[in-house]
């Protein structure tokens, strides 16, 4: 039966699909700022905090929306804060900034109720168990860069609160038109 499961995963997840957190447009300027000079993947992606990837082909939105909205309804709004630059380390000094939503723990039990529910095997590489709630704002190289970059960020930026009120299904077609769109939002809460 997992080895069914898997081999339907394998069939069936795409990188042209996610689930995601989108802040609310309020919220852009300042993070839109900071992604215009350091991440090169703007131009393909809004803001936001992945919760599934690679996911469904949009083909099958219809029938994950389905099975969200129960979990969805019984998952209150709630309010995120971004003030604090991390950094994911790639390996050959290659690193990912992102900002760490505070509290991450709604972020978290959301994740998991997600990939219950839709019946995912998600592997992580460096923590198998560990899901690490993020929005990442650019990339970097060099260990000097990243530590100078991080230094400038955090002088820099002053905190964005925002309200969460729904995950977002987004679909992005093959190059050249390869920009991630909302194709299905389900609301938090009743």
């Not at 898997?6 to 997840?13: A, G, I, N, V, W």
């Not at 630059?85 to 709604?106: S, V, Y």
Request: aromatic share 12%.
């Amino acid at each position: 039966m997992a080895e069914s499961r898997s081999k339907f995963q394998r069939d069936f997840l795409t990188y042209q699909s996610a689930i995601v957190l989108i802040p609310p447009e309020e919220a852009w300027p300042a993070i839109q700022a900071i992604r215009q000079k350091y991440d090169r993947k703007m131009r393909r992606w809004m803001p936001h905090i992945t919760l599934v990837y690679p996911f469904w082909d949009h083909s099958r939105f219809d029938e994950a929306i389905e099975r969200l909205r129960p979990i969805c309804a019984h998952a209150s709004p709630f309010e995120v804060t971004l003030a604090e630059f991390r950094t994911f380390d790639h390996g050959r000094q290659r690193f990912t900034i992102w900002l760490a939503p505070r509290p991450k723990e709604p972020i978290v039990a959301l994740y998991r109720q997600l990939v219950t529910t839709l019946g995912l095997t998600v592997k992580r590489r460096q923590h198998p168990s560990e899901f690490t709630p993020h929005l990442s704002v650019g990339q970097v190289q060099g260990t000097n860069e990243r530590a100078r970059l991080l230094s400038q960020l955090t002088q820099e930026w002053c905190p964005v609160t925002f309200t969460i009120g729904q995950i977002h299904l987004i679909w992005r077609n093959l190059p050249p038109d390869d920009i991630f769109r909302v194709q299905k939002s389900v609301p938090l809460g009743n």
